[in-house]
């Protein structure tokens, strides 16, 4: 399943130790949005490693879930659709 993750933090530090963090997930796209691939196993493993990262009465982060068919029905200007991950690595 697709996960958006959308964050609003305004300190800086915190800010990039969560991009830092998502860059492991998924894909940024956007300066304050990652798309992220992951089962419902790993988004709540997700979920609970970035309530450590931020300051709940400070920042704002939303976890969006996205079904395969709205995916298929994303429209886009400029960039690329969604990308799940290769299912493997050429090392």
């Known amino acids: ?7 609003d933090i305004p300190n800086d530090r915190r800010r990039t130790n969560l991009s830092n963090f998502l860059e492991g997930y998924g894909r940024r796209v956007q300066l304050s949005v990652f798309e992220c691939f992951l089962s419902l196993d790993e988004m709540r493993e997700l979920y609970e490693k970035v309530k450590k990262l ?9 976890f969006y879930w996205i079904s395969q068919e709205a995916v298929s029905r994303v429209l886009i200007i400029g960039g ?10 050429v090392i």
């Open 80 to 89: 690329s659709g969604p990308q799940p991950p290769p299912n493997y690595y």
């Open 54 to 62: 931020v300051k709940p009465v400070e920042d704002d982060v939303r």
């Open 1 to 7: 399943m697709l996960v958006l993750v959308v964050y």
